[in-house]
């Protein structure tokens, strides 16, 4: 993929994309956040899934999208935070999809990471049966984190399955064997903007060779800018490049990526299709 700086792929008009995971609460969206939702509009980024990994940021991508059409909510704990679980809080969850029903879309993130470890894996591993759990009770397909714990993630999803509402594996960083077994599950696959990176070898054979009916496409913005954007704020018109490089890595216009990607969200998350006009 060869694409300079400011020179965004492009899509015609018929077309569009749906970027499935992207934090619109943080910091780093403040000070121009309708701007940012313009340019992506613009773009023919149709719809963003901001999603929660906090009570607090829950409630805020609630906000957020009783705020604006092009945006939805998901609402979970990230293993980095559920070491400050409380009794109450699954229960605060839970009445918030109830009273929230049309703006929340999603259970997640939610899921294991042993890389920062900022949570104890044990305290990690038993909150995220219980989220899965909460997920299924409140008819969500569930948003799953994992680094560095595919083997524990693997074996509690199978425990909890089947999943009658879907699950996508966020920011999926495995190889084409780890897909296998996550698409035997019934889940989808969310390739990130490292799909562009030179050394991304195993994510990109990923996005080759998995069925496109299985592919979501996320920026996980404000993290992980692609190539040409790489290092700075990731923001969801960068979609276009993600889109664009797995375009090239099938050898097929990335209208039909758009296409399809977009379709296998509309249907994961049960967006209405009045949102893509």
């Given at each position: 993929?060869?694409?300079?700086?400011?020179?965004?792929?492009?899509?015609?008009?018929?077309?569009?994309?749906?970027?499935?995971?992207?934090?619109?609460?943080?910091?780093?969206?403040?000070?121009?956040?309708?701007?940012?939702?313009?340019q992506?509009?613009q773009?023919n980024?149709?719809?963003i899934?901001?999603?929660?990994?906090?009570e607090?940021?829950?409630?805020?991508?609630?906000?957020?999208a009783?705020?604006y059409?092009?945006?939805?909510?998901?609402?979970g704990?990230?293993?980095?935070?559920?070491?400050?679980?409380?009794?109450?809080?699954?229960?605060?969850?839970a009445?918030?999809a109830?009273?929230?029903?049309?703006?929340?879309?999603g259970?997640?993130?939610?899921?294991?990471?042993?890389?920062?470890?900022?949570?104890p894996?044990?305290?990690?591993?038993?909150?995220?049966?219980?989220?899965?759990?909460?997920?299924n009770?409140?008819?969500?397909p569930?948003?799953?984190?994992d680094?560095?714990?595919?083997?524990d993630?693997?074996?509690?999803?199978?425990?909890?399955?089947?999943?009658?509402?879907?699950?996508?594996?966020?920011?999926?960083s495995?190889?084409?064997?780890?897909?296998?077994?996550?698409?035997?599950?019934?889940?989808?696959?969310?390739?990130?903007?490292?799909?562009?990176?030179?050394?991304?070898?195993?994510?990109?054979?990923?996005?080759?060779?998995?069925?496109?009916?299985?592919?979501?496409?996320?920026?996980?913005?404000p993290?992980?800018s692609p190539?040409?954007?790489?290092?700075?704020?990731?923001?969801?018109t960068?979609l276009?490049?993600?889109?664009?490089?797995?375009?090239?890595?099938?050898?097929?216009?990335?209208?039909e990526?758009?296409r399809?990607?977009?379709?296998?969200?509309?249907?994961?998350?049960?967006l209405?299709?009045?949102?893509?006009?």
């Open positions: 993929m060869n694409i300079e700086p400011g020179q965004l792929p492009q899509l015609t008009h018929d077309t569009f994309l749906i970027d499935s995971h992207c934090h619109l609460d943080m910091d780093a969206y403040q000070d121009d956040l309708e701007t940012i939702l313009e992506a509009y773009n980024i149709r719809t899934i901001s999603v929660g990994i906090d607090k940021s829950s409630r805020q991508a609630i906000f957020l009783a705020k059409t092009m945006v939805k909510a998901t609402i704990i990230h293993p980095h935070d559920v070491a400050h679980i409380q009794p109450q809080t699954f229960d605060i969850l009445d918030l109830e009273k929230n029903s049309k703006d929340i879309v259970y997640g993130e939610i899921g294991l990471d042993y890389v920062k470890n900022y949570t894996a044990d305290i990690q591993r038993t909150h995220f049966r219980s989220q899965l759990s909460l997920a009770e409140l008819k969500l569930v948003i799953i984190h680094r560095e714990a595919h083997d993630i693997l074996r509690i999803l199978r425990e909890a399955a089947p999943y009658k509402y879907g699950g996508v594996m966020h920011c999926f495995g190889n084409m064997t780890l897909a296998r077994q996550v698409l035997d599950l019934g889940f989808h696959i969310s390739i990130p903007g490292v799909v562009t990176f030179k050394n991304a070898t195993d994510l990109q054979k990923v996005a080759r060779e998995a069925p496109l009916t299985s592919l979501l496409l996320e920026t996980d913005g993290f992980l190539v040409p954007q790489r290092g700075k704020r990731n923001e969801p960068f276009l490049y993600t889109a664009q490089m797995i375009a090239d890595l099938r050898d097929i216009p990335i209208n990526v758009a399809q990607t977009s379709a296998n969200a509309m249907r994961l998350f049960r209405p299709p009045t949102l893509m006009t």
